[in-house]
């Protein structure tokens, strides 16, 4: 290679990573996202040095107490008190290391076993992937919620026992979009030549699929994210997910359900920012599928 | 005059800017007449045809100086009108006959659908029409056909099908955007000549698009070259095979390939490529490629008189009988 | 034709018994049945007796075959809360909650299908954008929410609907608004996804340069086309509609299975548990068989195979 050419490949690589830079900022919805989801994270972290007191402290006699922009309300307690008189301010921040622990939590779980069924379905092709598709379809029709809550019931809740059972109840759209790259993959040149020069076969999904599918992998586990925390909440709510007095959100809503006629800030509060937390979570995973397909990138 | 089109551009926005497709083409088709435009792939031919008919991608901006069927501005037309003469006077066939037809209806009610978009006919009527039609592009059984759905005929049967979806209701232009080149060899004489039989007994006028200039020279009563955009020569069909003027169309002509090549010995090609559109070019699009390229193409050159009715956009006609060069 | 249909009922009966066997282990698996049977103030020695009387001690396989052949039969055990036939208890909650379902489908239909027409046929416009912000929402709205906040709008606030029951036609409209606004993202999407490609295709182009008018360009060529897997999406929506009753009948006290189902899990009622759950599975098969055969039933490739 010549200076010159040296040179210009130096350059474009510069603007490549530019450009790419630049995409991402333009990405107005990723952008929105990413800004939500590090909120929450930020929330989760720095919980004792954000929370303004300890989310079990209980205080009757301040019970109710109206947020600050409604009449009554005070900054003392900026999002009001619940019906043990629990700074709902504390509680929201705490919760969101429950949603965020969740969706990690899941996300991981069921990655791991959506990776290996779609992998070995996409790479080893014929009877394999037969059976594979067979499990996914037959997971698709389970009912989710119904078994997530029986289970829990069953195995008694914790916040555990729910990060693993959504996590084994998840997996499938893991497994389906692995499938569907790995297959892609399979039939690849840089694969070919591996499986030429005599790889074996672990060494080819180890060196060459898995390190591909690390941006669909990105993308889906965000997706999946979402969709855990979503059903954390709806168990919760259901009083069969993560146990009380921890304060998740889906929990809250649920407890603020008794005071919907005078108090449903309680029921509207910790929705919104579950609402937000998917909403975001959702947001990024969309946006980094635009910004990392092959697709998009030309 | 059936169609008359003048200073023909069309624009397309892509992510990197506007390629400018089409630059200032003309041309005007009478009734029973052929025109052929010809040129490789990406040089404006098929997007032109398209244009005529005002189905350019939403990303494609038409602008023409004149533009009328009939003695009608197109350019006038409201989206309704230009409908009415879309598959009525004006008719298409296209390219490629395995996805060009709707694979969830039948043959039959796709012909009917034509010719109901345009005439008030009955069901009835409309079949005879289409029975009628798909008997003279040489389909036996027409009447059970009708029943067939797209994916139960071969190719070639598509094609002829489309072709008479086309003819449905008679028109008096028929654009053909490479109707053949997608069927096998032993199918495409067959439908070519289908083809220029029943323009004949009908009277239509026809544009040919293709790359074929065999074809051309057996159908054609004008030729349009174009290269990069730009038409480099157009003339009468007979005087563009015996004075080919512009150095593109001889070098067109140089790789047809002929019979009595002989064997194993490489194929005539014309060295180079065709430059991007994305940048307006000044001067003669040709140039990289010509063998006569000197300082004075690279000024913006216009289509110059060469005979009756013949064009080429060169300053160099006449000059030096040019060797083709054959490059392996 | 007649072949795929039977391979593909085989593979639904197929499918059928493997997830009826995965539920079936997976919620025994995840606890003592004994003990969730006794109840909490039970001693080891109750849990032990009942142990013995409803065969838990035996291996898994031997108790979910003895199951499987009660349900073969049409017997799904006896609830043990209510002391009479899962069957018969079944029956009339099912059909509180298909009806609910069916109405939720429509109106996402109704409302999902025109939507990705339109996006599709205009992609980047402003009803484009508008209909991706409501999809959007919808992905993320927890549906227990939603439910809550029409009840404190229309319930509390406005007090022009009941915000529980099933004693008059309007008690059905908001869980109906939840559970279809469930289901609208996921089919919008594909919609218009199937549209725009539908729009490209080289037949949509014929239909146009043949003069065909659009309306039926869109409707009758490119929607048609689009509307195969559309089929396929809501079929499988309307399964997990049903599994996703058990939130909507909870918040809007609606007696169907979806709260049985909660309340029985809340219980330990096990029969009426794996009753519910092979029946919710089931209907997701058979929905996705229906789906299979109609997509093959409109779609003259397939047919003629």
């Given amino acids: 290679m010549t200076e010159a050419s040296a040179f210009s490949a130096e350059s474009s690589k510069v603007n490549a990573t530019k450009s790419r830079l630049f995409r991402w900022l333009r990405h107005g919805s990723l952008m929105l996202g990413l800004l939500i989801f590090v909120t929450v994270i930020v929330m989760a972290v720095f919980a004792p040095l954000l929370a303004p007191y300890d989310p079990y402290l209980q205080s009757l006699p301040a019970r109710f107490t109206p947020p600050v922009w409604l009449p009554g309300g005070g900054w003392e307690h900026p999002l009001g008190t619940d019906q043990l008189g629990r700074d709902y301010l504390s509680r929201i921040i705490y919760g969101a290391q429950i949603s965020l622990s969740i969706g990690v939590g899941t996300a991981i779980v069921s990655g791991i076993i959506g990776t290996f069924i779609g992998v070995c379905a996409g790479y080893f092709g014929g009877k394999v992937d037969s059976v594979a598709m067979f499990v996914i379809t037959a997971r698709l029709a389970m009912p989710v919620i119904l078994v997530a809550l029986a289970v829990v019931a069953l195995a008694g809740s914790s916040l555990t026992v729910v990060m693993l059972t959504l996590g084994f109840l998840l997996w499938d759209r893991f497994a389906l979009v692995i499938r569907a790259t790995t297959i892609q993959l399979r039939s690849s040149e840089f694969v070919t030549a591996a499986e030429l020069q005599g790889a074996s076969v672990l060494q080819i999904i180890g060196h060459e699929i898995l390190p591909n599918l690390l941006n669909n992998l990105i993308v889906v586990a965000t997706l999946e994210m979402a969709q855990a925390m979503i059903l954390e909440a709806a168990l919760s709510f259901l009083g069969l997910g993560v146990p009380a007095p921890l304060p998740s959100w889906g929990l809250m809503i649920s407890e603020g359900k008794a005071s919907i006629l005078f108090e449903p800030w309680l029921i509207t509060i910790p929705g919104v920012f579950l609402f937000a937390l998917v909403l975001g979570t959702n947001l990024l995973g969309d946006g980094l599928r635009d910004v990392m397909s092959p697709h998009g990138r030309n | 005059m059936l169609i008359n089109v003048e200073n023909l551009n069309i624009d397309i926005a892509t992510a990197n800017g506007t390629l400018a497709a089409v630059q200032d083409v003309s041309f005007c088709v009478s009734k029973g007449e052929t025109l052929c435009i010809v040129g490789e792939s990406g040089c404006g031919k098929s997007i032109t045809a398209l244009s005529l008919l005002g189905l350019l991608p939403k990303v494609a901006t038409r602008t023409a100086r004149a533009m009328t069927f009939d003695g009608v501005d197109m350019q006038m037309m409201s989206k309704a009108e230009l409908r009415a003469l879309r598959g009525n006077r004006l008719s298409m066939i296209f390219q490629e006959p395995m996805t060009a037809l709707n694979p969830l209806h039948t043959i039959g009610r796709q012909l009917l659908d034509v010719y109901r978009a345009h005439r008030k006919a009955s069901r009835k009527e409309a079949k005879e029409r289409a029975i009628y039609l798909l008997e003279q592009v040489g389909i036996t059984n027409a009447v059970q056909r009708l029943n067939n759905y797209p994916h139960e005929l071969s190719g070639g049967m598509r094609q002829r099908v489309v072709i008479a979806m086309a003819l449905m209701c008679e028109p008096e232009l028929i654009v053909a955007d490479e109707p053949t080149t997608a069927l096998d060899v032993s199918i495409q004489a067959e439908l070519l000549r289908l083809l220029i039989d029943l323009q004949k007994s009908f009277g239509m006028g026809m544009i040919m698009i293709t790359h074929d200039l065999g074809l051309v020279s057996r159908i054609a009563d004008r030729v349009i070259v174009m290269y990069a955009g730009q038409v480099v020569e157009t003339a009468p069909a007979e005087k563009l095979f015996t004075n080919p003027s512009h150095p593109y169309t001889r070098a067109l002509l140089g790789s047809v390939p002929d019979p009595s090549h002989p064997r194993m010995k490489p194929l005539p090609s014309i060295p180079g490529t065709v430059p991007s559109l994305l940048n307006r070019m000044e001067g003669c699009h040709f140039l990289d490629r010509c063998p006569l390229a000197s300082d004075a193409c690279r000024k913006p050159i216009q289509l110059q008189q060469i005979g009756g009715n013949h064009e080429a956009r060169c300053i160099k006609v006449g000059e030096g009988k040019i060797r083709l060069k054959v490059v392996a | ?305």
């Fill in chain 3, 1 to 305: 034709m007649l072949n795929y249909a039977v391979r593909r009922i085989f593979m639904a009966c197929l499918l059928a018994l493997f997830v009826s066997f995965i539920s079936y282990s997976l919620i025994f698996a995840a606890g003592d049945p004994a003990a969730a049977v006794a109840g909490e103030a039970s001693t080891a020695a109750d849990a032990e007796r009942i142990r013995q009387l409803y065969g838990f001690d035996q291996p898994i396989l031997v108790q979910y075959l003895h199951w499987l052949s009660g349900v073969l039969r049409g017997d799904l055990g006896t609830s043990l809360y209510f002391d009479q036939p899962v069957a018969t208890l079944l029956l009339g909650r099912f059909a509180m909650t298909a009806q609910l379902g069916i109405f939720a489908l429509i109106l996402a239909l109704v409302i999902a299908v025109p939507l990705g027409v339109a996006a599709g046929r205009w992609p980047n416009s402003i009803i484009d954008r508008l209909a991706l912000l409501f999809a959007v929402i919808g992905q993320a709205m927890p549906s227990f929410w939603f439910a809550l906040l029409l009840i404190i709008l229309f319930s509390v606030k406005l007090s022009i609907l009941p915000a529980s029951g099933t004693a008059s036609w309007q008690s059905f409209i908001m869980p109906t608004i939840v559970l279809g606004y469930f289901a609208m993202p996921a089919i919008m999407r594909l919609t218009r996804s199937g549209m725009i490609s539908a729009l490209e295709a080289d037949y949509i182009r014929t239909a146009r340069a043949m003069g065909l008018s659009e309306a039926r360009v869109l409707f009758d060529y490119a929607l048609r086309n689009a509307a195969l897997p559309i089929i396929s999406l809501s079929s499988a929506q309307f399964g997990f509609l049903l599994a996703g009753s058990v939130v909507v009948e909870s918040v809007f006290a609606i007696h169907g299975a979806g709260s049985l189902a909660w309340e029985s899990i809340a219980r330990g009622d096990l029969p009426t548990i794996q009753a519910l759950v092979l029946c919710f599975s089931l209907f997701y098969v058979v929905l996705t068989l229906l789906a299979d055969m109609l997509n093959a039933m409109l779609d003259p490739r397939m047919r003629s195979k």
